[in-house]
């Protein structure tokens, strides 16, 4: 299963890499014309949506595997709350100070707040993954949860050219310290 995902996924970047190259030569010699712009668009919006499904169909194995009882957003990510406070609830402005451990499926632990310290960022303003700002608005003071994150919402195509991998889903676990509005 592992690999069949593997191959999909290279065989799909390989067909968006190979029509973006025909494209761009084309393109050198004369511009497109909107109907063709159009097909082009839709073609990698067509192409997008395919990793986009199989990168939740990872996901949905994953969490299956490990009887992981967990929601997914409008946006794709995967969500469970394991422990809910009635702390003060996280909003845009406030300053988000967690600890964290941040992993890959196959269980690679990339960074932990035990050995770089407590994560503190202010919410809304960018400067984390943006499936983390979502996972922290979900959360209130005292909660922890854990949150798959597929790459559109982690670090993209690129990784972040550290410990994880181009296209890669990331698992958070996270537990939301304190909210200050400094």
Known sequence: MKNRFKHAEKFLLLIIIVFIGI??????????????????KENLVKANRGLVDLDQDKIKTFAKRRNWEMQVSETGMWYQILESESGKKAQAGLVAHLKYKVSLLDGTMCYTSDSLGNMVFKIGQGGVESGLEEAILMMKIGDKGRFIMPPHLAHGLLGDENKIPSRTIIVYQTELLNLTKY
């Open 23 to 40: 494209s761009a030569c084309k393109t050198k010699s004369r511009k497109l014309t909107p109907k063709e712009h159009e097909a082009f």
